[in-house]
């Protein structure tokens, strides 16, 4: 009884304040979770509208895709169907993530309706140095990837940017960054394809 | 009655003082020292860092002061740190809704307000030995030292880095036709470190001299 006595004497407050504390924290979190996803869907909105000229809309697929992140984990993928004002499909889009040079890359890719072409990708996220790896945001490297096929990429050091192919020219001076984002893409693009092919989402590209 | 007053209103402006220089948090006693290093890399994100760190500063002096004379002297580092943890919360939350870009560019170092030596140091230094006025007070003596010293680091950097401040252009970079070639290395953390030493330095020349 005396040692109950004690443990309540010594904790109340701790106990009190505990409760209030996270009352105040599920308050706010109540009040502002709204917005913050909001901002979330406003971020992707932006980025893939720009990306997928009429996209207006974003419909989560029903299907689930999971994919083996290139450490070796299964992830599931974020993939939203893009829809124009009309409704119709204008393409997909998905997050992809991976290690960069200096820390973890998270990118948005663009598909086109059919999953044929990339429509282009923009980076969510990324901590690569300034002025080198950072490089990978900037439109000169970003352009190369818009209507390159949706499948394997490969990165190569020389060759002509202005073709566009499967062949992605890296950056130099950046070419850890530039060779990771190809790689994400390259390794997310081609499990996600096939997969959909699979559930028959998309065509498989031999009947069309 | 008016010597009182006279000795309250001299306490009030040399705790506010302290914070501001004699005992500035970066350059004096040398606290909170990641996001020193690591957010002030341009202004805006060093005065966002600094805003919340003035925000969460005066809430839990603000509640330490409130409750001294209840804490129990063991379980006191817990109490500050629940303390201080649920207002560092609420601050990220907000800045989640309100300014989702800034709080990106922050990214972990919000959360990592928690474990801010500052906080916790004037938790233990002033608001669990003081009454509620003289903690608000060291509270925006501290935060505003903090946020200034943030502000001048950052300042430095900013415009060093990429010639630049608040992301207003000052010095014309050569690649628009200017004469200015952006050190790249100032916003790079190799950056923060020398001009944290150089600061420190001429704070440290200064003050001897105005001792002698």
Sequence with gaps: MNKIKHFIEQSWLLVIASFFFGLLIAVTNAGLSPRIEQNKINKRNRIVGTLLPGAKNFVPLDSEIEIESLQGKKEKVELYRAMSEAGERVGFSFNAAGSGFADKIELVVAVDKNFEKIAGFDVLTSNETPGFGDQIKYDYFRDQFVGAPAGELKPVSLGEPATIDAEIVTISGATISSEAVVEIISHSITQIKEQMQEKGLIGNGKQQ | ?212
Excluded at chain 2, 16 to 33: D, Q, S, T, Y
Excluded at chain 2, 157 to 166: N, Q, S, V, Y
Excluded at chain 2, 181 to 191: E, F, I, L, T, Y
């Design chain 2, 1 to 212: 009655m008016a010597n009182n007053s006279d000795a309250k209103a001299a306490l009030y402006t040399q705790t506010l003082l302290a914070g501001l220089w004699r005992e500035n948090p970066v350059f004096r006693l040398l606290l909170g020292m990641c996001p020193t290093l690591a957010v002030t890399a341009a202004v805006k994100p060093a005065l966002t860092m600094g805003c919340c760190v003035i925000f969460v500063l005066l809430c839990s002096n603000i509640v330490v002061s409130l409750m001294r004379n209840l804490l129990k002297p063991h379980l006191r580092i817990l109490m500050f740190t629940l303390t201080i943890s649920t207002f560092v919360t609420i601050a990220d939350l907000f800045l989640k809704a309100f300014v989702p870009r800034m709080s990106e560019m922050l990214g972990p170092y919000v959360p990592l307000i928690i474990v801010n030596c500052i906080i916790i140091c004037r938790a233990e230094a002033c608001a669990s030995k003081n009454g509620l006025a003289v903690s608000v007070i060291d509270a925006l003596g501290m935060g505003v030292g903090f946020t200034l010293t943030l502000c001048v680091l950052a300042g430095v950097r900013e415009i060093l880095g990429t010639g630049a401040l608040f992301e207003i252009e000052i010095l014309r970079a050569h690649s628009q036709g200017g004469w200015f070639v952006p050190w790249a290395a100032m916003s790079m953390p190799v950056g923060a470190f020398i001009t944290l030493g150089l600061l420190l330095g001429l704070v440290n020349a200064v003050s001897k001299k105005t001792k002698h």
